[in-house]
T-cell receptor, first 114, second 111 residues
Framework: GAVVSQHPSWVICKSGTSVKIECRSL??????MFWYRQFPKQSLMLMAT?????????EQGVEKDKFLINHASLTLSTLTVTSAHPEDSSFYIC??????????FGNGTRLTVT | DAKTTQPNSMESNEEEPVHLPCNHS???????IHWYRQLPSQGPEYVIH???SNVNNRMASLAIAEDRKSSTLILHRATLRDAAVYYC????????????FGKGTKLTVNP
């Protein structure tokens, strides 16, 4: 089946620094990628929709200047958490897909900001 | 985004069938019914999806009511590996196609 790889699987950073998370579709070309975050014992919250070659569409309440999304190719999207703070500590998950097909999810990145 | 309603939790015994219900009374014509599941500390996994007719695949079956206002995910023989949170999601295949997750049903499988 389709594979989505997310890297790193976990990261610890200091407050005020930036962290980049990569999401790759390994065996298919993804026209759309979605970024989610999940706090403990809660459901996934959609942050933004990323289409290859165009600007990401952010959900209401998500700061686009804080969560920078780049979708430079059909197999790679990146999420950069800028000036991270402890409240940004969360489980970040990406998903990838093509039109009219099921989405495939990465295994997530656990971010801890100290 | 169209909403779904699922029980918070359900329990099953190993090797018995499990029926996970989902209500979606505000479903629209272009909404497909999708089911995903999430094991602890992992990303969600696609299970099955359908529009109007019942669907079967190697993982599960999906039974869709005639008026499409409810559906049931059927695991024919639950195993311990099926313990997960199951999400029923309406996905607008005529629009953005994004998946908006609700709270899901936490399935516990007893040995």
């Amino acid at each position: 089946g389709a594979v989505v790889s997310q890297h790193p699987s976990w990261v610890i950073c200091k407050s005020g620094t930036s962290v980049k998370i990569e999401c790759r579709s390994l065996d298919f070309q993804a026209t759309t990628m979605f970024w989610y975050r999940q706090f403990p014992k809660q459901s996934l919250m959609l942050m933004a929709t990323s289409n290859e070659g165009s600007k990401a569409t952010y959900e209401q309440g998500v700061e686009k200047d804080k969560f920078l999304i780049n979708h430079a190719s059909l197999t790679l999207s990146t999420l950069t958490v800028t000036s991270a703070h402890p409240e940004d500590s969360s489980f970040y998950i990406c998903s990838a897909g093509r039109k009219h097909t099921p989405l495939h999810f990465g295994n997530g990145t656990r971010l801890t900001v100290t | 985004d169209a909403k779904t309603t699922q029980p918070n939790s359900m329990e099953s015994n190993e090797e018995e069938p499990v029926h996970l219900p989902c209500n979606h009374s505000t479903i629209s014509g272009t909404d497909y019914i999708h089911w995903y599941r999430q094991l602890p500390s992992q990303g969600p996994e696609y299970v099955i999806h359908g529009l109007t007719s019942n669907v079967n695949n190697r993982m599960a079956s999906l039974a869709i009511a005639e008026d499409r206002k409810s559906s049931t995910l059927i695991l024919h023989r639950a195993t311990l590996r099926d313990a997960a949170v199951y999400y029923c999601i309406l996905r607008d295949m005529g629009g953005s196609e994004k998946l908006v997750f609700g709270k899901g049903t936490k399935l516990t499988v007893n040995p």
